[in-house]
């Protein structure tokens, strides 16, 4: 005989999740601007973006939702955290196919966000404003993990 796994018990919406409590400062909706920008044909050019950030399955993850205003390109992060570190892991999805994982800290005002791939690797700091409104960040790459060269910058302001 197989056990019906529909009852209720499996219906309700899981608990926040203790371990990502200190995320919710990320949450709602941001501006973004992206500048110097390695990538783009002008570096001097920016790039105007959004992103909302929400608690997926009632607190369980935190996703991110991220797009340029004027098109692609577009992103799905989602967070989550082994209850028994520290550290947080992101799992990327892009409208190009790339598919990443990276690792996460934050302290409550640092964010750091990296990823350690044979020939691409990558680290990002960005620092909370005192009001929790906007952080300023920048991204760096390494093709060995030993020289590190600028990516760009990102500016993100929270609108709500």
């Keep these: 005989m197989t056990e019906d796994i529909t009852n209720t018990q499996y219906q309700q919406p899981p608990k926040p999740n203790p371990a990502l409590k200190d995320l919710e400062v990320f949450v709602g909706d941001w501006d973004m601007e992206v500048s110097r920008a390695s ?85 990002f700091t960005g620092t909370f404003s005192k009001d929790g409104k906007s952080i300023a960040a920048q991204w760096e790459k390494s093709s060995d993990g030993k020289t590190w060269e600028h990516d760009f910058d990102l500016t993100s302001t929270k609108l709500s």
């Design 39 to 123: 990538f783009l044909p002008d570096p001097s050019a920016t790039v105007d973006g959004s992103a909302s950030i929400e608690w997926l399955e009632s607190g369980a993850f935190l996703v991110i939702h991220q797009g340029a205003k004027a098109g692609p390109p577009f992103s799905i992060w989602v967070i989550g955290r082994d209850e028994s570190t520290e550290m947080y892991k992101m799992f990327y999805f892009d409208d190009r196919g790339v598919s990443r994982i990276y690792d996460m800290s934050f302290d409550g005002e640092v964010w750091k966000i990296w990823r350690e791939a044979p020939g691409f690797f990558q680290r």
